[in-house]
């Protein structure tokens, strides 16, 4: 798929992976909508690209919600061709630690922001793709990408819920690709290791230093805009889908 003239939802797009992908797509020529309950930020980057991007202030648990933000991409742009998952949390805590057993509310939270949420969004989304005219000769109607992470595979101490959020989105991808196969629409996930997001602002250096040196090469963290030139990749290439790439510099994630 060419990108320009496209339009995209990226959720989670104020800020990190979403704001790269945001940047990345419109680059290219193609249209965005932020979807983020940051609506400072979300505001200030759609301003700051111009009116080939709209914010809207959308909770991806919430159908109502989402439906809304997709109903008023649709007013504005007339069609939706990609839908890029990227809102997520991540708190931590062990299975059973010093205050207790993991807080029941505080996993079930995760899977909903990661899990659930991604889904809400991709199946809204993915129905008004069904509707666009094929874009050639393939029939290719649209692309999904969700974002999982290497702790879908080697998830650390502490990452119960968001492991299991994440795996999650790993299992879904190939189910959701099949299912979706007979629309021309592709879904696809990236799972990126340790990238270099607001997560680690305020981190000390030694700290941030320890975590690059686990990294097989390059000994850095990962940077947003190379996750975003993988998702562009994806994207504009037709043959790619049902698949779940690891962006990581070959690291293996381990126990703490």
Same mark, same amino acid.
């Not at 696809?188 to 250096?205: H, K, R, W």
């Not at 962006?247 to 703490?256: L, S």
């Given at each position: 798929?060419?990108?320009?003239?496209?339009?995209?939802?990226?959720?989670?797009?104020?800020?990190?992976?979403?704001?790269?992908?945001?940047?990345?797509?419109?680059?290219?020529?193609?249209?965005?909508?932020?979807?983020?309950?940051?609506?400072?930020?979300?505001?200030?980057?759609?301003?700051?690209?111009?009116?080939?991007?709209?914010?809207?202030?959308?909770?991806? #648990?919430?159908?109502? &919600? #989402?439906?809304?933000?997709?109903?008023?991409?649709?007013?504005?742009?007339?069609?939706?061709?990609?839908?890029? =998952?990227?809102?997520?949390?991540?708190?931590?805590?062990?299975?059973?630690?010093?205050?207790?057993?993991?807080?029941?509310?505080?996993?079930?939270?995760?899977?909903?922001?990661?899990?659930?949420?991604?889904?809400?969004?991709?199946?809204?989304?993915?129905?008004?793709?069904?509707?666009?005219?094929?874009?050639?000769?393939?029939?290719?109607?649209?692309?999904?990408?969700?974002?999982? &992470? #290497?702790?879908?595979?080697?998830?650390?101490?502490?990452?119960?819920?968001?492991?299991?959020?994440?795996?999650?989105?790993?299992?879904?991808?190939?189910?959701?690709?099949?299912?979706?196969?007979?629309?021309?629409?592709?879904? =696809?996930?990236?799972?990126?290791?340790?990238?270099?997001?607001?997560?680690?602002?305020?981190?000390?250096?030694?700290?941030?230093?320890?975590?690059?040196?686990?990294?097989?090469?390059?000994?850095?963290?990962?940077?947003?805009?190379?996750?975003?030139?993988?998702?562009?990749?994806?994207?504009?290439?037709?043959?790619?889908?049902?698949?779940?790439?690891?962006?990581?510099?070959?690291?293996?994630?381990?126990?703490?």
């Amino acid at each position: 798929m060419d990108i320009s003239g496209k339009v995209a939802i990226v959720t989670g797009g104020a800020s990190g992976l979403g704001r790269a992908t945001i940047e990345k797509l419109v680059s290219q020529g193609g249209k965005a909508a932020i979807f983020d309950l940051n609506e400072e930020a979300g505001s200030a980057l759609a301003a700051e690209l111009g009116d080939k991007v709209i914010y809207q202030s959308v909770n991806v #648990v919430d159908e109502a &919600s #989402v439906q809304q933000g997709i109903d008023h991409v649709m007013a504005t742009f007339g069609a939706i061709h990609i839908c890029v =998952n990227c809102a997520g949390i991540g708190p931590a805590a062990k299975t059973l630690g010093k205050k207790g057993p993991f807080p029941l509310d505080t996993f079930s939270l995760v899977i909903n922001v990661n899990l659930v949420g991604t889904f809400n969004v991709l199946r809204l989304a993915a129905e008004q793709m069904a509707k666009n005219e094929p874009l050639n000769e393939d029939g290719n109607r649209g692309v999904i990408i969700n974002t999982a &992470s #290497v702790a879908a595979y080697e998830g650390q101490i502490g990452q119960a819920a968001y492991s299991a959020s994440k795996g999650g989105v790993v299992g879904m991808t190939l189910p959701i690709a099949r299912d979706l196969s007979g629309y021309g629409i592709r879904v =696809n996930a990236i799972a990126p290791g340790l990238i270099d997001t607001p997560l680690f602002q305020g981190f000390p250096q030694e700290s941030i230093d320890a975590l690059s040196s686990s990294v097989l090469y390059p000994k850095r963290l990962g940077r947003p805009q190379e996750v975003a030139q993988l998702a562009a990749s994806i994207i504009e290439n037709d043959y790619i889908n049902g698949e779940c790439i690891r962006m990581d510099g070959g690291i293996r994630m381990q126990p703490r």
